[in-house]
């Protein structure tokens, strides 16, 4: 099957567009900064697990992660806060389970102390047309 010429003049402006719009960048460039961001997010997380393997003991570590499949944004706010701690020096030696439970109780009440507070107008209450 031949490429007509028009075909690829039309392929060739509709690849130039979507460069222009990607920043100017060809497919190879965009391919090989998604690969790198990949990498950069895996030795991360790679990180954070070290970090999170000495920090907290075998049953906390499972408790976190029986955590993390239930409420993951949840599992992620006591990491950071071990994470914070343990730069700041407030953890001596590993945390255990009872800890833990501290730690997610503490997460839980700043989770549970937002308020709705609802103020009615009292302009137009279908009570007063009563008296």
Known sequence: ?????????????RMAELQQQMGGQDPAQMQQQQQQQMENAHREMEMRNAMLTQILDQSARARLNSIALVKPEKARMVENMLIQMARSGQ????????????LLEKVQDKAQKTTVKFDRRRVFDSDDDDY
């Open 1 to 13: 099957m031949a490429d007509d010429p028009e075909l690829a003049a039309l392929r060739a402006k």
């Open 91 to 102: 953890v001596g030696g590993k945390v255990g389970e009872t800890q833990l439970v501290g």
